[in-house]
Every structure is written in C-alpha cells, then in structure tokens.
C-alpha cells in the first residue's frame, strides 16, 4: 500500500517570494510517479507537476520545480516568484506504474499574500 | 478538446434516499477514477473502469456502486445515503498510456440532510 504525508497544513508566503511545500510518500513498489495537484477555490483539481521515480532529473514547470529525493522518500514542491493566482490547496499524489488510483496526501493551503 | 463533465455540480438529498452522479470523460479516454473529498478524511479513491469493467476499488461500503458504459461516460451510485456521505465527488479520467495524467472533473456537491 501506499502512503503520502503533507506535515504542513496551511502556509502562506508574501507575492514574488519562493515556497517549499514537503511532501514524503512510502511505497514498495519500485515503478511508481508523483505528483502535485493544485485545488482552487473552484474546486477543479489541477495537475501541476509530475515525476517518474526512475528519472533522476528533477521535474520542471516553469515557475514550478520539485526536489525528489528517491532514497529519503521525499518530493517537495517549489513556486518561485509566486502569483495570487497560485493561492490554492496543493496535493501532493503518487500511483504505481499500471494502475490509474492515486493516493493522496492531506493537502497544504497555501495562500500569497499581496 | 472538452474537459471532464460531471453532473450535478450540486445536489441536496435527504438521509436514505439513493443519488447517481454522472461523469463525461474526456474524448478518447477509456479510464474514469472516482474520489471522495471530505475536510476529515481528505480525497479517498472510491473506484476505477475501464472499457465498462471495474478495475480498482477502494474501500468504501457496498452501498458505492459504479458503472461504465461503452462511451466510457461513467455513473456513480449510493444508496441508503447518511449524512457522512456529504462531500466532493470528483471524476478523473485517463487515457491509461505509459505515464498519462488524470484530468478531473470540478466535482458533484453532495450534501445529504
């Protein structure tokens, strides 16, 4: 079975700043991805980021970078130069390679400050 | 290209009764997810179809039913509802190719009285 645990319920940070939202997941699968969802206000969830566990490389999104750490078990998510728009609950989800089930961590609210 | 459609976006129905929420998948895709969300348990994974088979399922009580038809549009059904069965019914679908995304759909608001 998988697990994702978000240990930071809400956090907020001032416009233009950069925030880590952590993440750490176990499972014993050895093919498996994670992502990070956004959820707005209108409630539609929306992917942000994605990594494949066997990529080395960090995944990238424009403002969006996560930092996977394979071996601790952990993939935290960085928004640099953060927008109002990036105000949201941000989820953070792994599933194993062949399966369409995500599971998902409890969520961090986030929310930029003007 | 449509996004994922569900039907109702809200929905009041009172403690017993049975409700059926729908979900349109995106075009082409063969894989619907359902989720719950609720603010204590968080987003849980009801169950999973695909080409009009359940392939997954989560733990939920057998009162959770689903089916798929052969457009791959999606239904969920709960029977005998509880007041514990309010919350966010989000519909995720996929087209289950090596590293796909799901795309979800803005959810059915169900609030059991």
């Known amino acids: 079975a998988q697990t994702v645990t978000q240990s930071q319920p809400e956090m907020s940070v001032q416009e233009a700043e950069t925030v880590t939202l952590s993440c750490t997941y176990d499972?014993?699968?050895?093919?498996?991805?994670l992502f990070w969802y956004k959820q707005p206000p209108s409630r539609q969830m929306i992917l942000v980021i994605r990594q494949e566990a066997y990529k080395q490389q960090n995944a990238t999104e424009n403002r969006f970078s996560v930092n996977f750490q394979k071996a601790a078990k952990s993939f935290s998510l960085k928004i640099s130069d953060s927008q109002l728009g990036d105000t949201a609950m941000y989820f953070c989800a792994s599933r194993t390679f062949g399966n369409e089930k995500l599971t998902f961590g409890t969520g961090t609210r986030l929310t930029i400050i003007p | 290209k449509a996004g994922v459609t569900q039907t109702p976006r809200y929905l009041i129905k009172t403690r017993g009764q049975q409700v059926t929420l729908s979900c349109s998948p995106i075009s082409g895709h063969r894989s619907v997810s359902w989720y719950q969300q609720t603010p204590g348990q968080g987003l849980q994974f009801l169950f999973e179809y695909f080409s009009e088979t359940q392939r997954n399922k989560g733990n939920f009580p057998g009162r959770f039913s689903g089916r798929q038809f052969s457009n791959s549009r999606s239904e969920m059904n709960v029977s005998t509802l509880e007041l514990g069965d309010s919350a966010l019914y989000l519909c995720?679908?996929?087209?289950?190719?090596?590293?796909?995304?799901?795309?979800f759909g803005q959810g059915t608001r169900l609030t059991v009285v």
């Open positions: 499972t014993s699968e050895s093919n498996y991805y």
């Open positions: 995720a679908s996929s087209s289950t190719e090596q590293g796909s995304e799901a795309f």
